[in-house]
């Protein structure tokens, strides 16, 4: 034991570094605070509904009622029990709180990855910090995007495991492949893990030229074999993730629309292109991973007394106070997104040894890097790039699902710290052998120390500090003002504000791309030592990096765990409670009651917040809550009643709509549609209690002949749970039931009597039944094949990941003492 803590005392002393760290950064957690999200609110608001019947019934239902009329809980939470990584997960979380835990995971798979390039071990960690306090890893943790940061989080240890394959470890790169591909997968953040598809592809396709040019195809194919094993492993552990998720995407935003759009002229399949694009980043925001602050950082919340706009508002009579909450609300972001958490920033000193590392390093890493971030920034730029962008979403695989494509600049905040530290490595092992070094490095000093300087003495010379709505925006603030001069004045206070957030972070930037060149140039001049460089270099990439997540994820963003306050219950949602009928819904008014889940919390919610909708539900959306509500359309829904707020006092107020249909009902006249569009546009006007429509396609389903007028019947909801929904119908014949409950044939089976019975889509997107004459029970269950299906793959998968695991550590016990008696008998 005591050897080989001696043999890994560095690894351990790094360890303990990366621990330190996270516990100064994250102190207020281990102070019993708690980080508030805008993200988890809204999680919160949707899952509240199936913990609660978690916790009543041991376990939690697929479905649930609290968003959207329904929708499959598999999309909002579930436990995976037969995946291994949920319990890796838990056991992750159980010694380091939510979000520490995540930062750690960035340090650790940072230093494997930068391990399994060869660096030294104390550089490996400063390029572990380099890539874990970018800016957009604690963006994303402030916001709440938790498993997307989970999934950036697993990105580095999966590369470095390609790079182990390839390289020729037969044994611990594949098996670990699988395993962080494994819980990379299990984040459930499809979106990130196609990006890193991406990125690997472009790698994998440069190892194929050199293996093809050094006639070595026949190991890379052995090395491509291992780990399409491993993948496919990785794949089938996750199958309760994937299958399900694959399944309902198909009948989301992110799959085929079923009406055909007039400007397009053909049914979509996947996201709609300017939505998928709304999250572009505009072309010269990539400075910003230079000078952070250059676009004026994020939206909101920058500017502070000694600044302009407020300077303007105390000049009209604002006292200072009042100045300040006026400018919080200012935008001094602008560039073209519709808003923004802060920039992509990756560090000054990292950049500018980035830069070095493209002209002095080496080899087919270098090569990959520059490709594969090219490719992602120029991705990136979505609407702003077509040429690219439409090229990938028109025709690459799977592109057109996913929105706000800026995401994939998690790749380059990889692999810009990679030949960052490449190229430092470079000067430890061949500085003597590169050609020209000292000019190269100065030239590099120049130029990227040079640009920061001449912004922070020319801003304007580089940069415009106004958005394309810059003039609609100011007329507006004129006409808040009083009058255009003011709006002018105000215009000219802000662009100021703006040039001088950029012109401070440029000379902080160069500040910080002067220290690292002197570094460099000090190693070169024999002036320092290795340990220093390493050590010195680390301090300044730290102390950045440090500097810049804290304006964004800090102390203050913080609170204590006793006050945390969750989603506050308000009067109109205590009264609205008292009526204890299980199926009535809400739509709350004072909110866009389809982009928010609070009020999910405490009722079944027509609206809701989630970024997969079903396309049905969100045609209704965009067809019949266009301009204007569609009161029947609420009706069909069962929506008891409406949270409005009063437009003179604010105040809250309930309005109970008595049209609404109710849980079920019979019909009198069924009538048949040719087609969605025709389905749709009926539905537009209508009495939902007496007449119903069904697409064409359901006829055979129906027995028409037999359907009479539903005089003295009755039906209605005698047990309510998400899963499954009990009514009790009598009639004197035949009879059309339509159910306020979304359709959805992917798990969903109805019973009368006990016997199964085809469900009917109605109404484009209720359910309804052909209900006989006479008394009768009727059940409704959601027990989706897929789920039942996938879980056993899923474990059978990772008992397989499992044994794997311990496979390879028993070969490398017995290998490793195979080589010490070999050695003891030397």
Not at 322 to 351: C, H, L, N
Request: hydrophobic share 45%.
């Amino acid at each position: 034991m005591k050897q080989w803590f001696k043999e890994n005392s560095t690894h351990l002393a790094i360890s303990a570094l990366f621990i330190v760290l996270v516990l100064f950064y994250f102190s207020p957690i281990f102070d019993g605070k708690t980080l508030v999200q805008s993200d988890v609110m809204q999680a919160e608001g949707s899952q509240k509904e199936l913990f609660d019947y978690r916790a009543k019934d041991g376990h939690a239902p697929l479905w649930t009622n609290s968003m959207f009329g329904g929708m499959p809980t598999y999309q909002i939470w579930y436990e995976h029990a037969s995946n291994v990584a949920s319990y890796i997960n838990k056991g992750i979380r159980a010694l380091v709180p939510v979000p520490a835990d995540i930062v750690l995971l960035y340090l650790f798979g940072g230093y494997f990855l930068f391990s399994v390039l060869r660096l030294k071990p104390w550089l490996a960690a400063v390029g572990a910090i380099a890539l874990a306090f970018t800016s957009y890893n604690f963006i994303y943790i402030e916001a709440g995007h938790v498993n997307k940061a989970y999934a950036i989080a697993y990105l580095a240890p999966i590369i470095g495991s390609v790079l182990l394959s390839f390289r020729g470890s037969r044994l611990w790169g594949p098996v670990l492949l699988c395993l962080f591909l494994t819980l990379e997968i299990r984040t459930n953040h499809v979106q990130i893990t196609y990006y890193l598809f991406i990125a690997l592809l472009v790698y994998v396709l440069i190892e194929l030229y050199y293996a093809i040019r050094d006639k070595k195809l026949k190991g890379f194919m052995r090395a491509g074999a291992v780990q399409i094993v491993a993948a496919v492993v990785a794949v089938l552990v996750n199958a309760s993730v994937l299958f399900p998720t694959y399944e309902y995407s198909k009948l989301t935003i992110r799959g085929k629309a079923n009406i055909q759009k007039v400007d397009s002229g053909s049914q979509s399949s996947g996201l709609d292109k300017e939505y998928a694009y709304q999250w572009s980043q505009g072309v010269g925001e990539n400075i910003t991973f230079l000078i952070p602050n250059a676009y004026g950082g994020r939206t909101g919340g920058v500017l502070d007394k000694n600044s302009e706009v407020v300077k303007f508002f105390t000049k009209l009579g604002a006292p200072e106070a009042q100045a300040v909450q006026f400018a919080d609300r200012i935008p001094t972001y602008w560039g073209e997104k519709m808003f923004t958490s802060g920039p992509w920033y990756f560090g000054a000193a990292t950049f500018f040894l980035f830069v070095l590392g493209l002209i002095i390093v080496k080899g087919r890493v270098k090569w990959w890097i520059l490709i594969a971030s090219a490719l992602c920034m120029l991705l990136a730029f979505g609407r702003h790039f077509p040429l690219v962008s439409d090229l990938f979403f028109d025709y690459f695989p799977m592109y057109n699902k996913f929105r706000a494509v800026e995401s994939i600049l998690v790749i380059p905040a990889i692999l810009i710290p990679m030949l960052a530290m490449l190229a430092v490595n470079e000067l430890f092992v061949r500085a003597s052998e590169i050609p020209k070094l000292d000019k190269k490095v100065l030239y590099t000093y120049v130029g990227i120390g040079g640009f920061c300087l001449l912004v922070a003495l020319m801003p304007s010379l580089f940069l415009d500090f106004k958005t394309s709505g810059h003039q609609d925006f100011i007329s507006s603030i004129s006409q808040q003002l009083g009058g255009q001069a003011a709006g002018n004045e105000f215009a000219n206070a802000l662009i100021k504000d703006r040039s001088s957030l950029a012109s401070g972070d440029a000379y902080r930037s160069f500040f910080i791309v002067t220290i690292a060149f002197g570094l460099v140039w000090l190693f070169l001049k024999k002036k320092i030592t290795v340990p220093v460089f390493i050590g010195v270099l680390g301090i300044v990439i730290l102390v950045d990096l440090w500097a810049i997540d804290k304006r964004y994820l800090n102390n203050a963003s913080f609170i204590e765990e006793r006050a945390k306050t969750h989603i506050v219950e308000r009067e109109v949602d205590q009264l609205i409670r008292l009526d204890k009928d299980p199926s009535y819904r809400v739509m709350d008014l004072t909110t866009n009651p389809f982009s928010d889940a609070r009020a999910s919390y405490f009722h079944k919610n027509i609206g809701g917040y989630h970024a997969a909708k079903l396309m049905r539900f969100q045609e209704v959306l965009e067809h019949q809550f266009n301009g204007a509500i569609n009161e029947d359309v609420l009706d069909m829904f069962n929506v008891r009643y409406l949270i409005t707020q009063n437009r003179q006092n604010g105040a809250e107020q309930i309005q109970r709509r008595s049209t609404a249909s109710g849980n079920a009902w019979f019909v009198q006249k069924v009538t048949f549609v040719k087609d969605n569009a025709q389905e749709m546009q009926a539905i537009s006007s209508f009495d939902p209690k007496r007449e119903a429509f069904v697409h064409e396609s359901f006829k055979n389903q129906l027995n028409t002949a037999k359907l009479g007028q539903p005089s003295n019947a009755e039906i209605k909801l005698v047990s309510y749970h998400p899963d499954t929904l009990k009514y009790e119908s009598t009639s004197p014949n035949d009879a059309f039931a339509v159910f306020s409950e979304v359709y959805y044939d992917k798990g969903w089976k109805a019973y009368i009597d006990g016997t199964e019975v085809p469900i009917i889509r109605a109404d484009y997107l209720l359910r309804a039944l052909q209900v006989p004459g006479g008394n009768h029970k009727i059940e409704f269950i959601f027990a989706p094949a897929s789920i039942r299906i996938s879980n056993l793959i899923s474990l059978i998968a990772s008992i397989v990941l499992v044994l794997g695991l311990a496979a390879a550590v028993f070969v490398s016990w017995r290998t490793k003492g195979q080589k010490t008696a070999q050695d003891s008998v030397k």
